[in-house]
């Protein structure tokens, strides 16, 4: 069976939390993991999805992205709450509770998400430096690779340091788009009308799921339940309870503001592109271009450029922390943190590359829409097993989630899974009408999906038909069972030991004397094994059968001297089949046999004489090891 490993084990716990301090001491020391997980939810693949929402809809979509961070909240949550009291990130839990079959397909899919986001980081980043220094997007892309160094060097520096770095560059994100929002100066009451929901159409609707895959990430509920193990507290109820409180108000605060850039940035397509009648501006260099003439200053591009590349540099450092808690949790299995930043970034960078090669630099807004609508359709996969984990009253230790937040995390999971079967099946329809050979369809993506679509069932139903089915009781005769003081000790009567004339003879008579005392009767055998004895036994009269014989002599002297009673029995042949046919054939209450470590090698060539042993006698055995 694996050990249990610590979720990031190079940070964990490694931020102390003084008991008796004041209050705020103790807020300040918790706060910092929701900043990590936020700027998850403003990467680059959020602005694609936020740019293209307000420039075809206007202000109508705001209300996807004030629900999405309503579920978002109630999801991280949860997510901490893992981490707090069960001391296991999501990936670590789901490893426990599955089979490892279905833990392979949902480190898979986890995998995909990953990969899916580094996309929407790396494309980010790149589009980001072409825009401020006219740097080719496939040159952008190869520095991408550069900030694997980066994160090596956060992570050496501790975990307070690194989340300092990243606050740093929500900070950029944040005042880059309030002056934006200045500039811009947008319609209040249209903004309020869109609070109201509403879908137009079924595009609307597409970019609508792309935005709740860009703003509920999956790799951040794994990140979340194990960015909260590095603070070490208290793990009393009261202090359980505290970094509970004090994580949601991390929490609130963090991923509020990060809903205020989203919204800033759907807000700001709005108030230029859409109001301009610009309605297919999808790309974010489209909307680089266009922002210093709509917003009448050169500084309004220059500061998205910039807060394009902050966005896309912080959430890859978080990405790769997913990528390791997600490998780790599901296989056990930990290599050095720069081999997988390299393996999660090369996974990006591909299909990165192939797809500014094949369809050019103008496909880029489109494939990080794919990447945040692939990320939503995983979402179910990691949001379901996360409810059952901390719905279980028993593994929870008294802080599984109540009722009601039950009942909504719920509700949510049934609106995304829902959300993304529309989808699903939407885009399939749509593949077998229009593609010239739907054959391929059926025979390869159908049973894609419909295989999903039973995983999904199984991971919902799984831990009800647990709970529905009686416990089995694992001793069932424990109650059964009448525990007695023994008027006498317990003592072996009849005594066999079998010795091979090594230094572990000592200790296998030592025990024995040890159980029987000087009124037991001892039978000390040994089996000759010489190569005349395999074939002649009894008939043998070489000279190791000779000397045995004679050591097996001077033993029952020595032992008689002191008082013991002792009888002797020579065997010939091979102990694993002598020994047992000398104790079958007596009469013994207990066996003791000597162990020693010969080399593996020696043991799966030819087997051990007590695994052999053991299977063939009826009798208790005393291993004795040297």
């Not at 996807?64 to 893992?82: D, G, K, T």
């Not at 949902?106 to 072409?130: K, N, P, R, S, T």
Request: aromatic share 10%; net charge neutral; glycine share 6%.
């Amino acid at each position: 069976m694996a050990t249990k490993t610590k979720s990031l084990e190079e940070v964990h716990e490694s931020v102390s939390v003084v008991h008796n301090t004041s209050i705020w001491k103790k807020i300040v020391a918790f706060f910092g993991p929701a900043y990590m997980v936020s700027v998850g939810y403003m990467d680059p693949g959020n602005w694609a999805t936020d740019i293209a929402g307000g420039s075809q809809f206007g202000y109508t979509l705001i209300w996807v992205l004030l629900m999405s961070n309503i579920m978002a909240l109630l999801l991280q949550s949860l997510s901490a709450r893992l981490g707090i009291v069960r001391q296991r990130d999501l990936a670590q839990a789901s490893r426990d509770t599955y089979s490892r079959p279905v833990n392979l397909v949902l480190y898979f899919l986890a995998e995909i998400a990953i990969a899916a986001c580094d996309l929407a980081e790396v494309l980010g980043m790149a589009i980001g430096l072409q825009l401020l220094f006219d740097i080719p997007l496939l040159w952008g892309v190869s520095i991408t690779m550069l900030d694997t160094f980066l994160l090596l060097f956060l992570m050496n520096k501790g975990i307070k340091k690194m989340e300092a770095f990243i606050i740093v560059l929500v900070a950029i994100i944040g005042l880059s788009f309030l002056v934006e929002m200045f500039l811009a100066k947008p319609e209040i009451t249209e903004i309020a009308k869109g609070i109201v929901p509403s879908i137009p159409n079924s595009t609307a609707l597409y970019i609508a799921i792309g935005i709740i895959g860009a703003t509920v990430m999956p790799h951040n509920l794994y990140l979340h339940s194990s960015l909260v193990q590095t603070r070490k507290f208290d793990r009393s109820e009261k202090g359980v309870k505290q970094a509970i409180r004090y994580n949601f108000f991390d929490s609130l605060i963090a991923l509020n503001l990060a809903f205020l850039v989203n919204a800033a940035i759907l807000i700001l397509a709005a108030a230029t592109f859409y109001k301009s009648g610009m309605f297919d501006v999808a790309e974010i260099q489209d909307a680089y271009k266009f922002l210093e003439p709509l917003l009448g200053s050169h500084w309004a591009p220059t500061l998205f450029a910039v807060a394009l590349i902050a966005a896309g540099q912080s959430s890859t450092i978080t990405g790769t922390l997913a990528g390791q808690i997600v490998m780790e949790g599901y296989l056990n299995l930990r290599i050095q943190p720069w081999v997988r930043r390299i393996i999660t970034r090369l996974i990006a960078i591909v299909p990165a590359f192939i797809a500014i090669v094949y369809f050019g630099e103008s496909a880029t807004g489109k494939l990080l829409i794919l990447s945040q609508v692939i990320l939503s359709l995983q979402l179910g996969f990691a949001i379901i097993p996360l409810i059952h984990f901390v719905s279980d009253d028993k593994k929870m230790r008294g802080f599984a989630i109540g009722k009601y937040t039950k009942m909504a995390s719920w509700l949510i999971a049934l609106v995304i899974v829902s959300l993304n079967a529309r989808l699903v099946f939407d885009e399939i329809k749509g593949w077998i009408e229009t593609s010239e050979n739907p054959v391929y369809v059926w025979v390869f993506v159908v049973p894609l999906a419909v295989a999903a679509a039973l995983l999904l069932i199984y991971i919902i139903v799984k831990p009800f038909l647990e709970k529905s089915m009686a416990t089995p009781t694992l001793v069932p005769h424990i109650k059964e069972i009448v525990v007695k003081e023994a008027e006498k000790p317990i003592v072996y009567s009849k005594i066999a030991i079998a010795l091979d004339f090594s230094k572990t003879d000592q200790r296998s008579i030592e025990s024995a004397l040890q159980l029987g005392g000087k009124h037991a009767q001892y039978t000390i055998m040994h089996v000759v094994e010489s190569a005349g004895a395999m074939v002649y036994g009894e008939e043998i009269a070489d000279f190791e059968t000779t000397s045995d014989l004679s050591y097996l002599k001077k033993y029952k002297a020595v032992l008689e001297e002191k008082g013991y009673k002792v009888n002797i029995q020579l065997d010939f042949g091979n102990p694993k089949t002598s020994i047992p046919k000398m104790i079958n054939e007596g009469d013994f209450d207990i066996l003791i046999l000597g162990a020693h470590g010969h080399n593996w090698f020696k043991d799966l060539l030819f087997g051990t004489t007590v695994n052999a042993v053991r299977h063939a006698i009826d009798i208790p055995l005393l291993i004795v090891k040297n």
